[in-house]
């Protein structure tokens, strides 16, 4: 970016030429849906940060996933709050999604979570359900699993529906990408594989190749997968509590053995952030979109030879 004015702040023709949004565009989206503020010079002229740059590209993310301009703003909303660790409130159809799925769990009924997710996925794309339906139930899921008598079968009745739903599509097109391959697996003593199923769903819509591990999955083992599937990056995900000074260990020892980029998601990674970056590896985060989002700038999901 040439046309640098200040230090850190770009023209709107800078960022129109970065992001390939034009400026009419960039402008719109300003003035009428309030997604950006850049600061103004004496002149008036618009200037944008790198921060800018980037929430533009998130936009356009969110756009391609099938979500209204109109939406966005609220949709970015959702990711940081979630990304933060906060609990936001649920607007649209799903609450009742969520509150019809939760019945059709907690009466072991395959016939209602088959309509609501049916339905569902007629009307969103397979990334906003997931998004919007999927993780906040899963998430509800992990809350009754210590409160209700039948929280673990639960759990564990919706997680193979929804393995047997994903899986095959997982599977099928997984075959037909032609992306950089990730090795995906659950930290050591991590045994809800459910959200790492999601978010190699997610992943591999975007063209990524998936080697999907599961569950507590030993870290020590991984180096040698990656090296016989000529694998470009490591995902690991993780919801439970670990010894920091271990998971250091074991994270810079897969790094240095692996020579490719490691990345954590789940809620683990936002409570051993510290750990994590200082291992050298990368923080996705909770959130599928952020997540995805950030593996993105490192790994675009372009098309690699294998």
């Not at 980029?261 to 750990?275: I, N």
Request: proline share 4%.
């Amino acid at each position: 970016m040439t046309s640098e004015i200040h230090s850190g702040l770009f023209p709107i023709s800078a960022v129109s030429s970065a992001t390939g949004v034009n400026t009419v565009t960039l402008r719109a989206w300003e003035r009428r849906y309030g997604l950006l503020k850049p600061v103004r010079t004496e002149a008036g002229h618009r200037l944008y940060t790198e921060e800018d740059i980037e929430r533009i590209r998130l936009i356009l993310q969110l756009l391609d996933e099938g979500i209204a301009i109109s939406r966005v703003k609220e949709a970015l909303r959702i990711a940081a709050e979630r990304e933060s660790g906060e609990s936001p409130a649920e607007t649209g159809p799903w609450t009742h999604y969520q509150q019809a799925m939760l019945r059709g769990v907690a009466d072991f009924d395959e016939a209602v979570l088959e309509n609501i997710y049916n339905e569902a996925m007629s009307l969103y794309p397979v990334d906003v359900v997931t998004r919007q339906l999927l993780m906040p139930l899963l998430e509800q899921l992990g809350q009754r699993w210590e409160k209700v008598i039948t929280g673990i079968a639960e759990e564990h009745f919706f997680s193979v529906y929804m393995r047997n739903k994903l899986g095959a599509r997982f599977h099928h097109r997984n075959l037909q990408n032609t992306g950089p391959r990730l090795v995906a697996a659950c930290l050591p003593g991590e045994q809800h594989e459910f959200g790492l199923l999601l978010f190699s769903l997610a992943a591999h819509a975007r063209g990524y190749r998936i080697i999907l591990l599961g569950s507590d999955m030993p870290i020590s083992q991984l180096p040698a997968v990656v090296k016989r599937t000529h694998s470009q990056g490591v995902v690991l995900s993780g919801s439970v509590e670990y010894d920091e000074a271990e998971l250091q260990s074991e994270l810079r020892l897969l790094l240095r053995e692996c020579h490719v980029p490691v990345y954590v998601g789940g809620t683990s990674a936002h409570r051993y952030r510290h750990v994590i970056e200082q291992a050298g590896a990368t923080v996705l985060g909770a959130d599928l979109t952020i997540g995805l989002h950030n593996l993105g700038k490192q790994l675009p999901a372009s098309p690699a030879s294998s």
